[in-house]
Structures are given as structure tokens and as C-alpha cells.
């Protein structure tokens, strides 16, 4: 029988089976912490630092990525503060100036409540979530794919990048990317990126019930496991 520690999340008592993450165990009692990054099945490795929580410890607060963090006995845990919100939105916020083109980044920016761009667009087409690389090299066993350089001049790219020959077609590195997936007004050209406002009617019901995952409409982008139409598993 699986081993069960008592954490407490946003005031919440959950029973949590030992080694689950703390992104895990809210998400699975209906708890809404925003990620992105995440893949259902791969370790994290919280590189987009959209699921960043509280944690309590001894009177101290210490602001960490909750899909890296691992539950144990006693836990306190706070993942909707005025704190943990505003700066959750400056990161959702950077990331749209980083990557407008994005369906998964305009939606994880709305679900955290992100109401405008303050820094300039960049147009990206990639945000280097590390989804593409963590699939190949943690689920499938290739590295077919890796991340290269440092700060600036980091970037995802094949081995010398040419394609490797350990590449399987499998197409999992692009089904997993948030960039595939357009904003619903369609691409937006240099010099007319924005937040994309579409969906902001659906915000006003979530304003509501802010902290509580209700299965929302956001996160069918980057495949949200809460979402209607989730993700189902990968295949070997």
C-alpha cells in the first residue's frame, strides 16, 4: 500500500501518496496552481516558474516551483497569496512579450490574470520550456535533442545541429511544444504582437473562484491533464 502524508494547500487538508509533487496532489484535490512546463509522467524540472507556491517553514516563507517540490508529512503550503499572484502574473506576462504566438502562454497568462504587456515583444518560437527535450531524453530514451549555451544563448537544437540519427520521427517534441498552436485570431506579424483579449469573458467566471481548478477552458494549448480534452499518456 502506497505510503499518505497530510499536507496542508491554501488551508486545505490533503492526504497525498509520499514522492508526489505538490503540483500533483492540488491538482488532483481540485486545487488550481497555473503551469506550463509540466508534462504528466517526466520528472520537472520547473523551468517556467509559472507554478511557483509558499512553503511555511518554521514562520518563514520561501517562494518555490511546486511541480519540483515534494510532499512530506506536515507540509503548509500557499499557492493564491497577493504575493505568490503578482508575481506568477509578471511571469505569465513576460512570457506573452517572449512568445504572443503562443496558444498555450496566452492562455496560461489569462488564467493568471494577466491584463497587459509591459515589455517589449520579442516574437520568439520558443520559450525554452524544456517539453521537447524532457520527452526525447526522459520518456522516449533518445536525446535526439538538447538544450546548448548558456543564459542569452540558450537554445534547443539537434546534436552539431544536424538531425540526429537517433531521431524516431516519432513527432512528440512537436505535439508537446506550446508554440504549435497559434492564438485563435491567427499569427501575429512583427510589430502587431499583443495579449490576445479573445477568451477574457471566460476569465470573469474564474475571477470567482480563483485557486479552484473547475476543468476551465484554459490549458487546452499546452495540454492541461484537467482540461476537457486533456492529455491521454505517451506511447513507447
Given at each position: 500500500m502506497?505510503?499518505?502524508?497530510s499536507?496542508?494547500?491554501?488551508?486545505?487538508?490533503?492526504?497525498?501518496?509520499?514522492?508526489?509533487?505538490?503540483l500533483?496532489?492540488?491538482?488532483?484535490?481540485?486545487?488550481?496552481?497555473?503551469h506550463?512546463?509540466?508534462?504528466?509522467?517526466?520528472?520537472?524540472?520547473?523551468?517556467?516558474?509559472?507554478?511557483?507556491?509558499?512553503?511555511?517553514?518554521?514562520?518563514?516563507?520561501?517562494?518555490?516551483?511546486?511541480?519540483?517540490?515534494?510532499?512530506?508529512?506536515?507540509?503548509?503550503?500557499?499557492?493564491?497569496?497577493?504575493?505568490?499572484?503578482?508575481?506568477?502574473?509578471?511571469i505569465?506576462?513576460?512570457?506573452?512579450?517572449?512568445?504572443?504566438?503562443?496558444?498555450?502562454?496566452?492562455?496560461?497568462?489569462?488564467?493568471?490574470?494577466?491584463?497587459?504587456?509591459?515589455?517589449?515583444?520579442?516574437?520568439?518560437n520558443?520559450?525554452?520550456?524544456?517539453?521537447?527535450?524532457?520527452?526525447?531524453?526522459?520518456?522516449?530514451?533518445?536525446?535526439?535533442?538538447?538544450?546548448?549555451g548558456?543564459?542569452?544563448?540558450?537554445?534547443?537544437?539537434?546534436?552539431f545541429?544536424?538531425?540526429?540519427?537517433?531521431?524516431?520521427?516519432?513527432?512528440?517534441?512537436?505535439?508537446?511544444?506550446?508554440?504549435?498552436?497559434?492564438?485563435?485570431g491567427?499569427?501575429?506579424?512583427k510589430?502587431?504582437?499583443?495579449?490576445?483579449?479573445?477568451?477574457?469573458?471566460?476569465?470573469?467566471?474564474?475571477?470567482?473562484?480563483?485557486?479552484?481548478?473547475?476543468?476551465?477552458?484554459f490549458?487546452?494549448?499546452?495540454?492541461?491533464?484537467?482540461h476537457?480534452e486533456?492529455?491521454?499518456?505517451?506511447?513507447?
Amino acid at each position: 500500500m502506497t505510503e499518505k502524508v497530510s499536507v496542508t494547500i491554501d488551508g486545505a487538508i490533503i492526504r497525498a501518496p509520499k514522492g508526489l509533487s505538490i503540483l500533483d496532489a492540488a491538482l488532483d484535490h481540485g486545487i488550481c496552481i497555473p503551469h506550463l512546463c509540466r508534462v504528466p509522467a517526466i520528472s520537472d524540472l520547473g523551468a517556467c516558474r509559472l507554478c511557483i507556491v509558499e512553503h511555511i517553514q518554521n514562520g518563514r516563507s520561501k517562494v518555490t516551483t511546486s511541480c519540483t517540490l515534494v510532499v512530506k508529512e506536515g507540509m503548509v503550503i500557499h499557492s493564491n497569496t497577493e504575493k505568490i499572484k503578482r508575481l506568477r502574473r509578471n511571469i505569465a506576462e513576460l512570457l506573452v512579450a517572449e512568445a504572443p504566438n503562443s496558444r498555450a502562454v496566452q492562455d496560461v497568462a489569462m488564467r493568471c490574470g494577466v491584463k497587459e504587456v509591459r515589455y517589449p515583444f520579442r516574437n520568439n518560437n520558443c520559450i525554452l520550456c524544456g517539453r521537447c527535450v524532457r520527452i526525447c531524453t526522459g520518456r522516449l530514451g533518445e536525446k535526439a535533442i538538447g538544450f546548448v549555451g548558456r543564459g542569452m544563448d540558450r537554445r534547443v537544437v539537434a546534436p552539431f545541429d544536424l538531425k540526429s540519427k537517433l531521431c524516431r520521427e516519432c513527432g512528440w517534441c512537436s505535439d508537446l511544444c506550446p508554440m504549435t498552436m497559434t492564438p485563435c485570431g491567427g499569427p501575429m506579424h512583427k510589430g502587431q504582437e499583443r495579449l490576445c483579449t479573445n477568451c477574457e469573458s471566460k476569465q470573469t467566471s474564474l475571477d470567482q473562484m480563483t485557486g479552484y481548478c473547475v476543468a476551465c477552458y484554459f490549458g487546452k494549448g499546452f495540454q492541461c491533464e484537467r482540461h476537457p480534452e486533456r492529455f491521454t499518456g505517451i506511447e513507447e
